[in-house]
């Protein structure tokens, strides 16, 4: 007589958070990243970093469709986050404007771009005499250059992981929007992903991009990145 033998059970921890359905699940920290709308012309003339620069009047008309989109797009519930800079404002403006309606806007420090110091307000082809490092192929500067009285893009992954960690505690379990730069949006897929500076800078992030982060018990997840609204 022969014994029957039974496999033993594999349960998985996590099978509660497999994303199967278009529709997100509530009560997950989650973050929602827009880069800022695209600054006028001439400044982009130049390295703007922290410099407050104002959004091109032009593309916020020609646009409109794609705040229109962003507004449907992005949960009700949700608390606003935006950086120090008015172009994350005039931004986030323009998406309640647009028909998510109004919603308080907190200025968070951590998600602001990255300082080039006395770099700043400098033409783009001026640049290269004052590097120490070759620049990175899709960025101004390599991630471990530091300009003077600046910071480097490592300080900002830093910086942004600090906050993200702070903001994921403070408001866990919610939904934030939170308005920002293509520095900082690449710093924050840095600290989720666990990679370096230099390699994140390899994510293109768009102007009105939406990148989706969640926070959860077994850790960070990338949802989506650089999503265009309406595309």
């Known amino acids: ?8 059970q594999i349960v998985q921890s996590n099978q509660g958070n497999f994303l199967d359905t278009p529709q997100l699940a509530t009560g997950v920290t989650r973050f929602w990243f827009i880069r800022h709308a695209l600054v006028e012309q001439n400044a982009r003339m130049s390295l703007y970093g922290t410099l407050d620069v104002p959004l091109c009047p032009d593309s916020l008309i020609a646009q409109r469709p794609m705040y229109e989109a962003l507004a449907a797009r992005l949960p009700r519930k949700a608390r606003w986050l935006i950086s120090p800079l008015s172009r994350t404002r005039c931004t986030a403006e323009a998406i309640q404007d647009a028909g998510y309606g ?4 907190k200025v968070e420090p951590a998600l602001i771009e990255q300082n080039l110091g006395e770099w700043q ?8 005499d004052h590097l120490h490092l070759a620049p990175h192929p899709f960025w101004s500067v390599a991630a471990s250059e530091c300009p003077p009285k600046g910071e480097s893009m490592i300080d900002v992954c830093a910086r942004v992981g600090r906050g993200l960690d702070r903001l994921a505690e403070t408001y866990a379990g919610q939904d934030m929007i ?14 989720a ?3 370096h500076a230099e390699t994140a800078l390899h994510f293109s992030i768009q102007n009105l991009s939406l990148t989706i982060l969640e926070r959860l018990e077994e850790g960070w997840r990338v949802v ?8």
Do not use: D
Request: charge should be negative; charged fraction near 10%.
């Open 1 to 8: 007589m022969s014994a029957s033998v039974t496999s033993p």
């Open 102 to 105: 109004p919603a308080e806007l």
């Open 121 to 128: 307000g400098m033409a783009h082809q001026e640049l290269p």
């Open 178 to 191: 939170a308005v920002s730069h293509g520095g900082a949006i690449r710093a924050a897929l840095a600290h």
């Open 193 to 195: 992903l666990r990679i």
């Open 224 to 231: 989506t990145v650089n999503e265009l609204p309406g595309i």
